[in-house]
């Protein structure tokens, strides 16, 4: 069965300092991976996608997350966090040969001042 | 582009009640939609999926008789909560798949439901 799991609840750090929120996905074959976030009361905003092109994928913001298949791993990385990425931030892996997506629990970034 | 709506954005009813909440995809045609509850501060728990012309596909534990869905066109597809009760309050989302695209799904702003 597919699954992905997002490894922190809570991140916190300060502004100017690196981000990252990991999350290790389990999947037969290569799935496509996304990565979106949720601002309070606000719907869903795709930062970025894997879908078995380049293994380092670059999104909006200054993110990006690298596709690790020996580590089963697609980790979301900035370098340099700034006060308005402080929201909820969800891994989703979407298996092959279907369009459902499969939701971590997500992780909420809090950036301090 | 793949801007996708949800109206409304908030609504309290009472008890007993049916209410509708509409989701559109505004610049691209949507062959799916999906439906999704979130409780706070939880994660999108997947409702159903919505195909244009055809009934939809509920996942196992939702009520198909209690959430109505309805997707007429290729922009538009509709949740309807029926007989609503307080435990419906939640946060529902949707999303829609672009009929000539990838897998990725573009989120609606979500509906605030909350039943009195």
């Known amino acids: 069965a597919q699954s992905v799991t997002q490894l922190d609840s809570h991140v916190s750090v300060s502004e100017g300092t690196p981000v990252l929120l990991r999350c290790n996905y389990s999947?037969?074959?290569?799935?496509?991976l996304f990565w979106y976030v949720q601002h309070p009361n606000k719907g869903l905003q795709l930062l970025l996608k894997?879908?078995?092109?380049?293994?380092l994928v670059k999104g909006i913001n200054g993110f990006e997350a690298e596709f690790k298949k020996s580590e089963t791993s697609f980790h979301l990385t900035k370098p340099s966090a700034h006060m308005s990425d402080a929201a909820e931030y969800f891994c989703?892996?979407?298996?092959?040969?279907?369009?459902?997506?499969?939701f971590g629990t997500g992780t909420r970034l809090k950036v301090l001042a | 582009g793949a801007v996708v709506s949800q109206h409304p954005s908030r609504v309290i009813c009472k008890s007993g009640t049916s209410v509708k909440i509409e989701c559109r995809s505004l610049?691209?045609?949507?062959?799916?939609m999906f439906w999704y509850r979130q409780f706070p501060k939880q994660s999108l728990m997947l409702m159903a999926t919505?195909?244009?012309?055809?009934?939809?596909?509920?996942e196992q534990g939702v009520e198909k008789d209690k959430f109505l869905i309805n997707h007429a066109s290729l922009t538009l597809s509709t949740l309807t909560v029926t007989s609503a009760h307080p435990e419906d309050s939640s946060f529902y989302i949707c999303?829609?798949?672009?009929?000539?695209?990838?897998?990725?799904?573009?989120f609606g702003p979500g509906t605030r439901l909350l039943v009195l």
């Open positions: 999303s829609a798949r672009e009929k000539q695209g990838s897998g990725t799904q573009y």
């Open positions: 999947s037969s074959y290569s799935p496509s």
């Open positions: 894997y879908t078995s092109a380049a293994t």
């Open positions: 989703v892996v979407s298996p092959l040969g279907t369009y459902k997506y499969i």
């Open positions: 610049d691209f045609q949507a062959t799916t």
């Open positions: 919505s195909n244009e012309g055809s009934k939809a596909t509920y």
